[in-house]
């Protein structure tokens, strides 16, 4: 009789966001005259900029001819990318990584869960508190999180940092030493940064401890303050000891589409063993490559007119960021978030629970967000509003949670 992976059996309950979709499916059929906001999941909602369009019919008429034809592509990716994002990326902001140093994927949600792979698993993990629940569930089904305690809603072999109010929700450094650190700025949920010098002081710590960083950098189009870093490898000594994981969902609209890349420099090893190695053999066995028509489109990123359709659709959601960090300040509620990143947080009112207030935003406002204890134990008593919606929508939705 065959067995199946215990540690699947270990995750609690179900996914935050199936979690969501049920309750929400549920009152959409018990009121069908309810108008539902969605301000919940961070999918966006612009169509795909011209110039990615473009890009895409280009590519589909090349699949149409013979001589253009492509199939498989590359186990890193097509080299027209890899150096596009290598230059608009890293060299014009003055880091050091090459192109063979960057590997296309389908997101980076994939890769944030598959980088673990490479890592043995009496690796001990340090995640912030909340966090994207991606980074502890795959942890948990490779068995690296020892036993779930259902109370305090924690792994006994994770290390938590919590990320709370009173440190402007960015993390300290661990009393016990992590091998592999989670960090992701702009920062999901919270919406919050840290400044380059903030970012150094963890590269420098993990340099010191033999530590990895897992550096998640997926919200870094919005980034609008000068001393906010945009990657890890702006930080001196980040070559040898940081991952990073890049998406083009959030930054050109490519949740439906697919497409992301993780960079591992070739100074980062263990021993003698490079990372970079064990991660091109992991890709080039389980991965046949990003399309060649999606790649050509997020080629089209990095054009002139790509990036200055881009930067209009980046300020179409931070607008609504605005409205939605101005008019619930407006109204009392503590709130925090939405300056570089398309997401407010905020405290949850008058002592709810966070699924309590979901209940209660959807039932009397009709409105759907998401709960901040699904990111973990520090995010109970607040709750997720996300800037990805269209603005008539968005201005509705804060009126109606005023109207409460």
Not at 11 to 29: C, H, Q
Not at 266 to 293: E, F, M, Q
Not at 327 to 352: E, Q, R
Request: with cysteine; charged share 20%; aromatic share 12%.
């Amino acid at each position: 009789m065959f067995k199946i992976n215990d540690n699947y059996l270990k995750l609690p309950g179900s996914y935050l966001f199936s979690t969501i979709a049920k309750k929400v499916n549920a009152f959409t059929e018990a009121n069908p005259d309810k108008k539902i906001i969605r301000l919940g999941i961070g999918d966006v909602t612009q169509p795909l900029a011209p110039a990615i369009i473009g890009k895409l019919h280009d590519a589909v008429e090349d699949m149409a001819h013979a001589e253009t034809f492509h199939g498989y592509a590359p186990d890193l990716g097509y080299e027209f990318l890899r150096s596009a994002i290598a230059r608009n990326d890293y060299a014009d902001r003055g880091c050091d990584i090459g192109a063979d140093e960057i590997f296309v994927s389908d997101g980076a949600k994939c890769d944030s869960s598959n980088i673990q792979e490479i890592f043995a698993l009496d690796n001990k993990i340090a995640v912030c508190d909340p966090v994207y629940p991606v980074y502890v569930d795959s942890n948990v089904m490779a068995g690296r999180t020892g036993t779930y305690d259902p109370k305090a809603e924690t792994w006994s072999d994770v290390i938590y940092m919590p990320c709370t109010a009173e440190n402007d929700f960015a993390p300290q450094l661990p009393e016990e030493t992590p091998d592999l650190i989670y960090l992701c700025y702009p920062n999901n949920p919270t919406g919050s940064t840290i400044t380059k010098a903030q970012l150094q002081e963890w590269v420098d710590y993990a340099n010191k401890v033999g530590a990895v960083i897992i550096y998640d950098a997926a919200y870094e189009a919005y980034i609008s303050e000068p001393d906010v870093p945009h990657s890890i490898y702006e930080c001196e000594g980040a070559r040898t000891c940081a991952i990073e994981l890049r998406s083009f969902s959030k930054n050109a609209g490519f949740t439906g589409v697919r497409l992301g890349f993780t960079v591992i420099p070739k100074d980062l090893k263990c021993g003698d063993v490079a990372l970079h190695s064990l991660w091109a053999r992991r890709h080039g066995t389980k991965y046949n490559g990003a399309p060649y028509i999606v790649q050509r489109a997020g080629e089209a990123v990095y054009s002139p007119e790509g990036k200055a359709q881009l930067k209009e659709q980046v300020a179409y959601y931070m607008n609504n960021a605005k409205v939605i960090y101005e008019g619930l300040k407006s109204a009392g509620y503590t709130v925090s978030g939405g300056v570089n990143a398309p997401y407010i947080w905020l405290k949850t009112p008058d002592g709810m629970t966070s699924w309590e207030f979901f209940d209660h935003l959807l039932e009397k406002a009709n409105v759907v967000g998401t709960p901040g204890s699904g990111f973990g134990p520090s995010g109970e008593g607040y709750f997720r509003l996300t800037a990805f919606g269209n603005y008539e929508n968005t201005v509705e939705a804060v009126e109606r949670i005023k109207a409460l």
